[in-house]
């Protein structure tokens, strides 16, 4: 199967993680004429934090506001200077299923999430946004893991 579209799900806590989750992209991407939809997910209360702080109407669109994000700007930045093609979304609400539900609706070829370690113990009581994606998405998924094994 050839990769044409690929989906970079980022998160306000991946600023550690960008540049792994941009190169990994990039590797992809470059080789196979990919292009590239990243997209901010947010939880309702963080995209109504981060509107106001970025002094938006209450109005905004979510894709507007992830346009706005340093980590998006950075990983686009990024991308952009390795001749990716990109666009930008945001999505609100249940961080999981709104990145399922884009990559099915833009059609995704590939999936690619960051996160850290964590314990059983810690995914069984906190969630995990990327384990969701993981065992949801409608096509392969890339876990960037961003905690350089520590």
């Keep these: 199967m050839a990769i044409e579209k690929i989906l970079l799900g980022v998160v306000s806590a991946d600023d550690?993680?960008?540049?792994?989750?941009a190169s990994s992209v990039i590797?992809?991407?470059v080789p196979t004429g990919a292009?590239?939809?990243?997209?901010h997910a947010f939880t309702d209360e963080e995209f109504d934090d981060v509107r106001s702080r970025l002094e938006f109407a209450a109005d905004v669109d979510a894709n507007t506001v992830a346009a706005?994000?340093?980590?998006?700007?950075?990983?686009?930045?990024?991308?952009?200077?390795?001749?990716?093609?990109?666009?930008?979304r945001g999505?609100?609400?249940?961080?999981?299923?709104?990145?399922?539900?884009?990559?099915?609706?833009?059609?995704?070829d590939r999936v690619v999430v960051g996160g850290r370690r964590r314990s059983p113990?810690?995914?069984a009581m906190f969630g995990s946004t990327p384990q969701?994606?993981?065992?949801?998405?409608?096509?392969?998924?890339?876990?960037?893991?961003?905690?350089?094994g520590e």
């Design 16 to 21: 550690d993680r960008l540049d792994v989750l």
């Design 27 to 29: 590797d992809v991407a």
């Design 35 to 39: 292009s590239v939809v990243v997209v």
């Design 68 to 88: 706005r994000h340093a980590n998006v700007r950075a990983v686009v930045d990024r991308l952009e200077a390795a001749g990716v093609p990109c666009e930008v």
């Design 91 to 108: 999505v609100v609400g249940d961080r999981g299923e709104a990145v399922v539900d884009l990559a099915e609706g833009i059609g995704a």
């Design 121 to 123: 113990a810690g995914k």
């Design 132 to 148: 969701s994606v993981l065992l949801t998405a409608p096509c392969p998924t890339t876990f960037v893991r961003g905690d350089h």
